[in-house]
């Protein structure tokens, strides 16, 4: 079992920045691969950015493509999302996951966070 831990979410005017951290348990052979989710309210979750650990290339949504970046720190099983330029569209529950595999398919990812708060006020 891999538990994550998120933590950075919180209130943000437009335009400006957050970082939100997710720290895991421990890695496993399903655990390869960390990805940040986000459900806007009366909306379904989506993609938004994922990382491989190995080979280190990562996958971002279009939406977010330029604006967020995710990075990662293989020592401490901890994966980032620095997020700037924030929209108020941004407004979202964020999540972290692990999967075998780096995958914008929400199904794929076996262990999720609890998730972290972001608000973005116009």
């Known amino acids: 079992q891999v538990q994550l831990v998120e933590s950075g979410g919180g209130l943000v005017q437009a335009g400006g920045s957050l970082r939100l951290s997710c720290a895991a348990s421990r890695r496993t052979g399903s655990s390869n691969a960390m990805a940040w989710f986000r459900q806007a309210q009366g909306k379904e979750r989506e993609f938004v950015a994922a990382?491989?650990?190995?080979?280190?290339?990562?996958y971002y949504a279009d939406s977010v493509k330029g604006r967020f970046t995710i990075s990662g720190d293989s020592a401490k099983n901890t994966v980032y999302l620095q997020m700037n330029s924030l929209k108020p569209e941004d407004t979202a529950v964020y999540y972290c996951a692990a999967s075998n595999w780096a995958t914008q398919n929400t199904g794929a990812y076996a262990y999720w966070g609890q998730g972290t708060q972001v608000t973005v006020s116009s």
């Open positions: 990382i491989s650990w190995s080979g280190g290339r990562t």
